[in-house]
């Protein structure tokens, strides 16, 4: 236990309170509010209630309020009589109960820590300084230890408040981490942690004080990542074994069967309690011999069942999927402690025996054919047959690890041509480039016709995603045309060679072609990718409109099987985010990211580019932050997999977020580091946004608007507008002025609501129009694009107050603070500087103003803020200066500026 203290010191280590700011409010209201007497703070083990509690005591004695402390334990022995009676009496205060009614004082916060072990006798005393008017009872209670009297007893009382401590939900842990490790973590380190932690906030920090220790955790300048196992702190191992152990012997089979298949119907435990697999109960389980798992008892209601007593311990969950009871571990720590543990006769035993009792009942429900192939595999004597078909069904759930699982437990002898696509497909997804392109090679060279067209699409696919020069996929399909004897194959290998030129800064020649074979039979596989690939080209060159109608289609020929190779429908919702981001629809882009970011099964490939598009959006939208969050993640997880093909993109853009945010020298590193990386050739001019916007923060403005101007010669070059335009809009950010019109002729021909926005910009800059400017500040806003909205505002403001004076500007200037509020922190060297004339609002004069122009009164502020009335009365007085405006209609009129306010009819197209 040293050696884990000292890991501990190694770490930024002072655990935050996250999660909790709901809790935290409702206890400071409650103390201020007379008729409230106590709260009480409910949890499981490990969710932190008794750290919270700390907090709220440390908050009471900030609000003068004396506080005492009860620790219950354990112990038969009780905190007794006297001290209840000296903490009542300090609450009375030296004047007695009658001077407490003549001049009330704070009332003492009294915190009774886990409130489940208080004796009888002394809940007779806290019962009786409850009627004290001087006390305040903050109490906590573990849940999942029975239900003590008392505790009840408070929970019908209306004067009782109780707080709920939920599980950290997944943002909530990723806070937490960043609280403990004083960074982000990568996505599939917060995963990982996420999955096993499942929100406990004990559990999460033995998690990664284990990784830490083990040395399996590694920080690469912007993120933490797991590199590595988990391993589990010896205080996590033997709490996990000691409850395991507690539960008994016979209830420990059941539990193993659940570590090793996992879910299982109530129905077939039932049936190992019925057919004795299990063995006695006995006395240590409660259960004897002559009752099965969930029997009922001779009355007709439940007896003792097992089952009933692991899900009461919390070492089982049941879950129902319409008539059937399905049963699995409560914590994936569980299985990980008892499969340790399993004898191998015993694993192989329960495992086949499951596989029989799943075919048995006829394999109904969906996930029985897969799951009986796993049994099977693991147990090690699988049929080829069923290895083969579950690969397929694996592969459809995009579960390409196992997919390789049920593969490798095929003997090579019996090893296909369709087997080895299926393999290297999954290779390929997994990161694994070369091992799917010595399996690919070999199958070029293989005598099933079909198997080798197949093969050289595919391998063309890999050598482009995993970075190869365009070169040698040229040469590929050089040397593998000879092999293709029909026009079919030959047709098939034209496609996939259009699709990767229109990729490589050929979109001309790549749509042209692709036009010309559409007509044309060729393969399913070929096809197929000559139309992903065309989404692309399309979404890249200004037509995502377009590839989101078509997405959907190539989703319904996925999803009816007709091309059972090279992606699975996931993949497109990677393409759905790029179309949605570059049309402007920024809100739907970061809601299908995150559904893909959730859906739990990891697909490097898709993780490595849904990041990068994920921080694309927010760098559009103007989140810096979330920006360099997303984009250090794409980054990290092609490291990991050794992929290098969207490094030069994603370093560039993490210098760009890093450099707006402040960070200089880590924007430096950033940017040397991409310029390292080979070109990919899409979003063409991009991968110099981070040297460009260097420059631009360290006040090289005409070295900043020289790299954006030679980024644009490129993407113009490639036709890929969205590229394009995006480069444009920075320029004018820029004071590239003279570009305006560039732009906006060029938004003519893209699709979409954002290119109408920076038209419409592109249109105010050329005519240095203020109505204009404002015009397209709310158009923007509207879109999420909030870096654009507050320089659009910024210069409205200076031009206002260059023609017409400070009081005119004072709207367009509010506006660009507004727009300002969603930038995370980032600045940029044109943004208007702290638009008052007294000074920036601080945040508590912010939160006031904002309240008091949405109608509430000073009383109702001070209440909700807890602060004073002539505290509130005397921000406001500030406030209306610094803003110049008199009263609270002019100051909601201020702080919710319009477009009407300037002119009712500006055009917006």
Not at 8 to 35: N, T, V
Not at 143 to 158: I, N, Q, T
Not at 180 to 204: C, E, F, H, P, W
Not at 509 to 530: C, N
Request: charged share 25%.
């Amino acid at each position: 236990m040293s050696g884990e203290r000292l890991v501990r010191s190694a770490l930024p280590w002072a655990r935050p309170l996250i999660g909790r700011l709901a809790q935290i409010e409702a206890f400071d209201r409650a103390l201020a509010d007379p008729r409230v007497r106590g709260v009480v703070v409910r949890g499981a083990s490990g969710s932190g209630t008794s750290r919270l509690a700390d907090h709220l005591v440390r908050l009471a004695a900030e609000r003068r309020h004396p506080t005492a402390r009860i620790v219950l334990g354990h112990s038969a022995s009780g905190p007794g009589q006297d001290e209840f009676a000296q903490v009542f009496g300090a609450s009375e205060g030296a004047g007695g109960p009658a001077a407490a009614r003549t001049a009330p004082r704070p009332r003492t916060v009294l915190l009774v820590d886990e409130l489940q072990h208080l004796q009888p006798s002394d809940a007779d005393v806290l019962r009786a300084g409850l009627r004290h008017p001087g006390l305040f009872l903050l109490a906590t209670v573990r849940e999942g230890e029975g239900r003590p009297p008392f505790a009840v007893e408070l929970a019908r009382r209306d004067d009782i408040l109780h707080l709920h401590l939920a599980p950290l939900d997944t943002q909530d842990t990723s806070l937490l981490l960043r609280g403990l490790l004083g960074a982000d973590v990568d996505s599939g380190t917060l995963r990982l942690l996420d999955r096993l932690a499942r929100g406990n906030v004990r559990i999460l920090t033995e998690l990664v004080d284990g990784l830490h220790h083990a040395g399996h955790l590694e920080h690469d300048g912007q993120l933490w990542r797991a590199t590595g196992p988990v391993v589990l702190t010896p205080r996590l191992a033997v709490l996990t074994e000691d409850l395991l152990d507690r539960a008994g012997p016979r209830a420990r089979r059941v539990l193993e069967v659940l570590a090793l298949v996992g879910s299982v119907s109530v129905s077939d435990l039932d049936d190992l309690g019925e057919d004795g697999g299990l063995g006695d109960l006995g006395e240590d389980g409660g259960l004897g011999e002559q009752r099965g798992l969930g029997d009922r008892g001779e009355d007709g209601d439940h007896g003792p069942s097992l089952l009933a007593m692991l899900e009461d311990r919390g070492l089982i969950e049941i879950r129902l999927h319409g008539r059937r009871a399905d049963a699995r571990l409560a914590h994936p720590l569980f299985a990980d402690v008892l499969r340790r543990s399993i004898p191998l006769l015993r694993r192989r035993e329960i495992l086949r025996g499951q596989a029989d009792r799943i075919r048995q009942h006829g394999s109904r429900r969906s996930g029985d054919l897969l799951t009986t192939a796993r049994l099977r595999a693991m147990a090690g004597d699988a049929e080829p047959a069923l290895l083969l078909e579950a690969a397929e069904v694996a592969r459809k759930g995009n579960d390409h690890t196992a997919v390789l699982a049920l593969l490798d437990a095929l003997p090579a002898t019996l090893a296909t041509p369709a087997s080895e696509l299926l393999r290297a497909e999954a290779l390929y997804y997994r990161g694994d480039w070369q091992a799917a392109d010595a399996r690919l090679r070999l199958l070029i060279r293989s005598e099933d016709a079909e198997a080798v067209v197949t093969a050289v699409v595919v391998g063309m696919v890999n050598l482009f995603w995993s970075g190869a020069p365009i070169r040698d996929i040229l040469r590929l399909a050089r040397q593998a045309r000879p092999a293709l004897t029909s026009d079919t194959a030959r047709r098939a290998l034209d496609e996939t060679t259009a699709g990767v030129l229109l990729l490589s800064g050929h979109p001309s020649l790549g749509f042209s072609w692709l036009d010309r074979l559409a007509a044309l039979p060729s393969t399913p596989h070929s096809r197929f990718v000559a139309d992903s690939m065309r989404l692309l080209g399309l979404i890249t060159g200004g037509r995502a409109q377009d590839a989101l109608e078509e997405t959907e289609r190539l989703r319904e020929r996925l999803v009816r099987g007709t091309t059972p190779y090279i992606f699975h429908p996931s993949v497109l919702g990677v393409l759905d985010v790029a179309a949605l981001t570059e049309l402007g629809l920024l809100e739907r882009a970061e809601a299908e990211a995150s559904e893909q970011a959730s859906t739990g099964v990891s697909a490097p490939l898709r993780d490595t580019w849904l990041a990068f598009r994920r921080g694309r959006c927010a760098w559009i939208a103007g989140r810096a932050a979330d920006a360099r969050l997303h984009y250090a993640d794409a980054i990290a997880i092609s490291e990991r997999i050794g992929y290098t093909r969207v490094l030069r993109l994603a370093g560039s853009g993490l210098a760009a977020s890093l450099a707006v945010l402040g960070d200089r020298a880590a924007a430096a590193r950033a940017a040397a580091a991409a310029r390292t990386r080979p070109a990919l050739g899409l979003m063409a001019g991009e991968d110099l946004l981070g040297e460009a916007w260097l420059h631009a923060v360290e006040g090289r403005i005409t070295e900043a608007r020289a790299v954006l101007e030679t980024a644009c010669r490129e993407a113009r070059g490639a036709g890929q507008h969205g590229s394009h335009m995006l480069l444009l809009t920075d320029l004018l950010r820029l004071g590239g002025h003279e570009h305006a019109d560039a732009l906006r002729e060029l938004a003519e021909g893209v699709q979409g609501p954002l290119s109408r926005a920076r038209a419409l910009y592109a249109r105010a800059v050329a005519r240095q129009d203020h109505v204009l400017l404002v015009a397209a500040a709310h158009t923007l806003s509207e879109l999420g694009v909030h870096a654009v909205a507050a320089d659009a505002a910024a210069l409205a403001a200076r031009l206002l107050r260059r023609a017409r004076g400070p009081r005119h500007a004072r709207q367009a200037e509010l506006l660009a603070v507004r727009e300002r509020q969603h930038l995370q922190g980032a600045h940029t060297p044109h943004l208007l500087p702290v638009p008052t004339e007294g000074g920036e609002l601080t945040s508590r004069e912010h939160e006031i103003a904002l309240r008091a122009a949405h109608r509430m009164t000073s009383k109702e502020i001070a209440g909700e803020l807890v602060l004073s009335v002539r505290t509130v009365d005397n921000t406001l007085q500030r406030v209306y200066r610094k803003l110049g405006v008199t009263n609270r209609r002019e100051l909601a009129e201020a702080l919710a500026p319009s477009p009407s306010a300037f002119s009712p009819g500006v055009p917006t197209g």
